[in-house]
């Protein structure tokens, strides 16, 4: 299944992000700036002016203009038909600069759109590259309630009715944010990487049993939503009778692969009076110790065959 991306759908994406506004072109909005059945390695996708091999969307900075001015009325003419020679699909005119008549002129001649933003072109090009990539990986949709928790993208799943959305209104309610109810989007941005998004219809909402459909940002305010997040650990609530493969000194912590990156996972056994938000917690500053080097149970072994080395000497 292929993925296309017109100029309108990335004009309402990153316009309050980027600062875009129309310059020229509104009406060619639904023009095709890529489709990921185009597999030509000969054209990137961003990037700054480049009239051998054009970009498809160019982004023009200071430099850029200041080279564009500093020639002659033909040589400009040459460039700007290198510019919009059909390869570029979209022109980006970075730090609002004021678009001279000449690329307004061009860009109309030649039916390609121009777009103004506030960033430097350097800003520009990343989070457009950061959006692209995105934008075209292959996503995989997983069930179960995806949360920042300390600054760490945690997916909590489980099995149906086993506590997940109400594990979730509790850790809320300590102050962490929700990303995803029952269907998160991930997207291999990076070979280690996923990114986490919420569908569109499902953004903002929660599901509790008994409560039925919650609004988090209308309850807890703005800031207890967050758009997306890095997958780095897994936690499985599962029932304490199930729960009988566990090794006591090292835990549940095993890898999980997902679009061939390994996530850490972690499995808490739900029993009554088990505290699950406190131990999620838990998982979730371990997990960043053991991310800095530090293990645990490395460290209680070590000191333990320390005590035996002095006992025996």
């Not at 996503?139 to 959305?165: A, C, D, P, R």
């Not at 986490?196 to 499902?202: A, R, Y």
């Not at 009076?273 to 838990?282: D, K």
Request: aromatic residues 4%; proline residues 3%.
């Amino acid at each position: 299944m292929s993925t296309t991306l017109d100029i309108r759908t990335l004009h309402h994406d990153l316009e309050e992000k980027l600062g875009l506004e129309w310059v020229s072109g509104h009406k060619l909005d639904d023009h095709c700036v890529h489709s990921s059945k185009d597999h030509s390695l000969e054209v990137s996708l961003v990037g700054q002016l480049n009239l051998i091999n054009p970009h498809r969307i160019q982004v023009l900075g200071r430099k850029e203009f200041g080279y564009l001015d500093s020639l002659g009325k033909n040589s400009r003419d040459d460039a700007l038909r290198q510019l919009f020679s059909g390869q570029s699909k979209l022109v980006i005119i970075a730090n609002k600069i004021q678009a001279p008549p000449y690329l307004v002129a061009a860009a109309r001649d030649k039916q390609v759109p121009l777009l103004s933003c506030q960033l430097s072109s350097q800003e520009t090009i990343r989070n457009l590259q950061y959006y692209l990539s995105s934008y075209f990986s292959e996503k995989i949709t997983l069930h179960g309630v995806f949360m920042e928790v300390m600054g760490t993208g945690v997916l909590i799943t489980g099995e149906s009715s086993i506590g997940k959305s109400e594990l979730a209104l509790e850790l809320l309610t300590r102050g962490h944010r929700l990303i995803a109810d029952d269907a998160t989007e991930f997207a291999r941005i990076s070979p280690d990487t996923l990114n986490g998004t919420c569908p569109e219809m499902l953004r903002d909402f929660l599901e509790v049993r008994g409560l039925g459909i919650l609004n988090v940002r209308a309850m807890f305010g703005d800031s207890a939503i967050k758009q997306s997040r890095n997958l780095r650990l897994i936690i499985v609530l599962q029932d304490l009778e199930e729960a009988t493969e566990i090794d006591r000194l090292h835990g549940s912590r095993q890898l999980r692969s997902i679009q061939d990156v390994d996530i850490p996972e972690v499995t808490l056994p739900v029993a009554p009076g088990r505290n699950l938000a406190v131990l999620l917690e838990a998982a979730v500053r371990n997990h960043i110790l053991i991310a800095k080097g530090y293990d645990a149970s490395a460290a209680f072994i070590a000191r333990q065959k320390q005590r035996l080395e002095k006992v025996h000497t």
